[in-house]
């Protein structure tokens, strides 16, 4: 299943997929974004994965954004095209059934901790920094980071970040609610395995649903945000994995989840 950009492992109910480009900083190519999304097609129907992990390889760098010796050499209608399937690839990871994890063992700079911001849950080695550096650049985070950074952390300290360009460590990261956990040195794929695993043992629909209903409510009144939330609930309470729950528990063991 793996590629030239990316190198797919496929665990029990997981998949850890490694940009596989430390060279270059794991920057994001058009070859990457490429087969990110023919990734994403892949996975979008298989019952059989639940939780995805997204990482770099080597520890200098989840991602650093894009890459601008590429970048450089395109043209102003490539740029925009090069854009739209950025944005294309990080909606295609948010709207995903499966939970994505970011595990992030190295600096997540502009368009990578925007792709760290539109998977569900992001986990930070020691040492790591995160930022969006854009306007230093010339130009603003454009796939996602305005939208994404201030429904995570709130918008006064998203426009601090986004404004002055600062990087934060993992550790202000933690407690700005930038990511949810910190690993210690040479803990951070032990940890984000664990994360997924914890994912992973619940019930497909149930995973897309609660995406759904978190996602799909952010934007709404409480009113409307809680008929969503039932309308997500309501399509759980059709499945076979819903009934399989109750049975399980009746049994005292754990349940056997199909996703149907």
Not at 100 to 114: D, I, M, P, S, T
Not at 191 to 201: K, M
Not at 219 to 242: F, G, I, P, S, V
């Amino acid at each position: 299943m793996s590629g030239r950009e990316w190198v797919v492992e496929r665990l029990e109910g997981i998949e850890v997929w490694t940009i596989d480009g430390e060279a270059r900083r794991n920057a994001l190519s058009r070859a990457m974004i490429a087969e990110l999304l023919v990734n994403l097609a892949r996975v979008r129907d298989d019952r059989a994965v639940r939780c995805v992990v997204i990482t770099g390889k080597g520890d200098k760098a989840f991602c650093a954004g894009a890459d601008l010796k590429e970048r450089a050499g395109m043209s102003a209608d490539e740029v925009h095209q090069f854009h739209r399937s950025l944005r294309d690839a990080f909606r295609g990871v948010e709207a995903a059934p499966q939970a994505f994890v970011a595990a992030l063992n190295g600096a997540a700079l502009g368009g990578g901790l925007e792709m760290a911001l539109a998977c569900d849950l992001r986990v930070a080695g020691e040492g790591v920094e995160m930022g969006l550096p854009e306007v230093g650049l010339g130009i603003i985070p454009g796939a996602g980071g305005t939208v994404r950074l201030p429904r995570a952390i709130g918008v006064a300290r998203a426009k601090e970040l986004i404004l002055t360009g600062r990087r934060v460590g993992a550790a202000e990261a933690l407690a700005m609610g930038l990511v949810s956990r910190v690993a210690p040195a040479g803990g951070l794929r032990d940890v984000a395995l664990e994360v997924a695993g914890l994912v992973a043992r619940n019930a497909p629909v149930s995973i897309r649903q609660a995406k759904r209903a978190v996602d799909g409510g952010l934007h709404l009144d409480l009113d409307a945000a809680l008929a969503h939330e039932n309308a997500m609930y309501q399509d759980c309470l059709r499945t076979k994995d819903r009934v399989e729950a109750l049975r399980a528990f009746a049994e005292k063991r754990k349940p056997i989840f199909t996703g149907e």
